[in-house]
């Protein structure tokens, strides 16, 4: 029997409804038949503390049916709900290899159904990322790139199950170093030749930790283990040159996503300068035209001043890429709008004329606040 935890599909649970599958201990005991109910957060809490668990061929057909909870409820709690999946992804990658592919199997099904919700919301937590570098680099970082793994293979048009292992192994790829990218993101002295060494070990390492946990796709398996390889021979750990499609899509959401993240030893780049980053690595690749076209040239989240003199966020993609859809938050003059206005930068007077930081507007944003401008649309 293939389980997960039940704090890993909490988003699945609607307190005072039938539950769409059954709970079990830690022993695989039967606690709650499906259709039973949780009756408040305290008993749930309780389930968490006893290690409850869930079935995951029961949780897969149980994702089958109508939810029973409004889009706006669910909106409401998309923060929250964002927030808690970091510390279900460092828990899944930090389980014992006996653990690990059921574990990955159920924060998978919770994070797609986050971003399933709202795509653009999930691109805007990619774009919007922690100052001062809060939270756990590997497991953010890991989040970041198979959210753009996913958005990616949907670009493409890659199929269900295509699209489902991209964001897999995204999420999986530096399993092997997962602590190490968290302390490194604070580094400023050099690298120790143990972190040299673990860094390039880590790919073909984390391809036999996911082996030796039961995962047996090829396909994923292999782009783990090549992430980090080149077509002319140079990368790490084989230099190999015969490089796979997913283990090249896996590099360049690596570097995009890595780029807009700040470090220790540099600042965040903005979308369109880790866009330009990736168009030199690989400009006539389709892959990485399809990473950067899935999140815009301003993508969801992003600051910026329109023509008419007005600050505001991007709320989705336009018709060209230079053309977003955003939220006008002030007045030419600067001022806080009680109500924001919906610009089309494709009219002249809207047109976006530059990128900002968040710290340029004269409010603070929340998650709250881009998840109802955002989400809502």
Same mark, same amino acid.
């Given at each position: 029997?293939?389980?997960?935890?039940?704090?890993?599909?909490?988003?699945?649970?609607?307190?005072?409804?039938?539950?769409?599958?059954?709970?079990?201990?830690?022993?695989?005991?039967?606690?709650?038949?499906?259709?039973?109910?949780?009756?408040?957060?305290?008993?749930?809490?309780?389930?968490?503390?006893?290690?409850?668990?869930?079935?995951?061929?029961?949780?897969?057909?149980?994702?089958?049916?109508?939810?029973?909870?409004?889009?706006?409820?669910?909106?409401?709690?998309?923060?929250?709900?964002?927030?808690?999946?970091?510390?279900?992804?460092?828990?899944?990658?930090?389980?014992?290899?006996?653990?690990?592919?059921?574990?990955?199997?159920?924060?998978?099904?919770?994070?797609?159904?986050?971003?399933?919700?709202?795509?653009?919301?999930?691109?805007?937590?990619?774009?919007?990322?922690?100052?001062?570098?809060?939270?756990?680099?590997?497991?953010?970082?890991?989040?970041?790139?198979?959210?753009?793994?996913?958005?990616?293979?949907?670009?493409?048009?890659?199929?269900?199950?295509?699209?489902?292992?991209?964001?897999?192994?995204?999420?999986?790829?530096? %399993?092997?170093?997962?602590?190490?990218?968290?302390?490194?993101?604070?580094? &400023?002295? @050099? =690298? !120790? +030749?143990? $972190?040299? *060494?673990?860094?390039?070990?880590?790919?073909?390492?984390?391809?036999?930790?996911?082996?030796?946990?039961?995962?047996?796709?090829?396909?994923?398996?292999?782009?783990?283990?090549?992430?980090?390889?080149?077509?002319?021979?140079?990368?790490?750990?084989?230099?190999?040159?015969?490089?796979?499609?997913?283990?090249?899509?896996?590099?360049?959401?690596?570097?995009?996503?890595?780029?807009?993240?700040?470090?220790?030893?540099?600042?965040?780049?903005?979308?369109?300068?880790?866009?330009?980053?990736?168009?030199?690595?690989?400009?006539?690749?389709?892959?990485?035209?399809?990473?950067?076209?899935?999140?815009?040239?301003?993508?969801?989240?992003?600051?910026?001043?329109?023509?008419?003199?007005?600050?505001? %966020?991007?709320?989705?993609?336009?018709?060209?890429?230079?053309?977003?859809? &955003?939220? @006008? =938050? !002030? +007045?030419? $003059?600067? *001022?806080?709008?009680?109500?924001?206005?919906?610009?089309?930068?494709?009219?002249?007077?809207?047109?976006?004329?530059?990128?900002?930081?968040?710290?340029?507007?004269?409010?603070?944003?929340?998650?709250?606040?881009?998840?109802?401008?955002?989400?809502?649309?």
């Amino acid at each position: 029997m293939r389980v997960c935890s039940l704090s890993s599909v909490k988003n699945r649970i609607v307190l005072g409804a039938p539950l769409p599958f059954s709970v079990r201990d830690a022993a695989h005991m039967l606690l709650l038949a499906r259709g039973q109910v949780i009756a408040d957060e305290a008993q749930l809490t309780e389930l968490f503390q006893r290690g409850a668990l869930v079935e995951i061929e029961e949780l897969a057909v149980s994702a089958q049916t109508p939810r029973q909870v409004s889009k706006a409820q669910r909106l409401t709690r998309l923060p929250s709900d964002w927030d808690n999946s970091k510390q279900q992804v460092r828990q899944a990658l930090s389980a014992p290899v006996a653990e690990l592919a059921a574990s990955v199997d159920g924060c998978t099904d919770h994070l797609l159904s986050l971003i399933e919700l709202s795509p653009d919301v999930a691109l805007s937590q990619v774009v919007r990322q922690p100052e001062g570098g809060a939270g756990h680099y590997g497991v953010n970082h890991s989040i970041h790139a198979a959210t753009a793994c996913l958005a990616s293979a949907r670009y493409l048009g890659w199929n269900d199950a295509e699209q489902r292992r991209a964001f897999q192994a995204a999420l999986t790829m530096n %399993v092997a170093m997962l602590d190490l990218q968290a302390r490194l993101a604070h580094q &400023v002295s @050099a =690298l !120790t +030749n143990l $972190q040299r *060494e673990t860094i390039r070990e880590h790919p073909e390492k984390g391809a036999e930790m996911l082996s030796q946990a039961g995962i047996d796709d090829a396909d994923w398996l292999e782009a783990v283990l090549q992430h980090h390889e080149l077509s002319d021979g140079s990368g790490y750990p084989r230099g190999s040159s015969d490089i796979g499609e997913l283990a090249e899509l896996l590099r360049f959401a690596d570097v995009y996503t890595a780029r807009l993240s700040a470090r220790s030893n540099r600042p965040a780049m903005s979308a369109q300068q880790a866009g330009r980053e990736i168009l030199q690595m690989a400009a006539s690749s389709p892959l990485a035209a399809a990473l950067i076209k899935a999140f815009g040239i301003f993508p969801p989240g992003c600051m910026v001043k329109l023509a008419s003199g007005e600050i505001g %966020v991007v709320l989705r993609n336009g018709a060209k890429a230079y053309h977003p859809v &955003v939220a @006008a =938050l !002030t +007045n030419a $003059q600067g *001022e806080s709008r009680k109500q924001p206005l919906t610009r089309d930068s494709a009219r002249s007077e809207h047109t976006v004329v530059a990128l900002l930081s968040a710290q340029s507007l004269p409010m603070r944003l929340s998650d709250e606040r881009i998840v109802s401008l955002i989400g809502g649309e």
